[in-house]
């Protein structure tokens, strides 16, 4: 005989919210790099117009740099459907400090060199990854799911000897 009580669990009951969810992130998160990258090469096409060297250099690492930030989140968007919570926590983390690395470590690498535009890079850096970021959470504040937690159950409503 099982353990296991006839009645079904409560979560078996229910239907599972998390792929609207899933969906919504997929979203938010496409829709963020796409803002993204059409704000970065508008940029790129202003330093082009400009006319310096450094400044379409500046704005085209500034570019690469905002898809080094964006397109990790729209990857981890797509895969944690398939991760367990403690894994897309890790996988998210993990990214997010990855990104950071990179980014400094460019920045570091080209603060000095004269043929590079350092306020391209952050010019480019803020209208492409900021925006994107800002599209994304946006977009998932507004398509949030509701918590369904169950109350926890009164001792005093348990009948007598059970």
Do not use: Y
């Amino acid at each position: 005989m099982s353990p296991r009580p006839d009645r079904p669990s409560s979560s078996a009951a229910r239907p599972r919210r998390r792929a609207v969810g899933d969906r919504a992130m997929q979203r938010a998160t496409l829709i963020a790099l796409g803002v993204g990258i059409v704000l970065d090469v508008l940029v790129i096409v202003l330093a082009a117009m400009i006319g310096e060297p450094p400044a379409l250099s500046g704005a085209l690492i500034g570019a690469g740099l905002t898809l080094v930030i964006v397109l990790p989140t729209v990857a981890v968007a797509f895969a944690g459907k398939h991760l367990s919570p403690v894994s897309m926590a890790a996988t998210v983390l993990g990214s997010w400090a990855v990104k950071m690395l990179i980014v400094i470590l460019v920045l570091i690498a080209v603060r000095d060199l004269d043929a590079v535009s350092t306020r391209w890079i952050g010019l480019a850096l803020l209208v492409g990854a900021v925006s994107a970021v800002f599209v994304e959470a946006v977009l998932l504040a507004r398509s949030r799911q509701p918590l369904e937690v169950e109350p926890p159950e009164d001792p005093s409503e348990r009948p007598p000897g059970s």
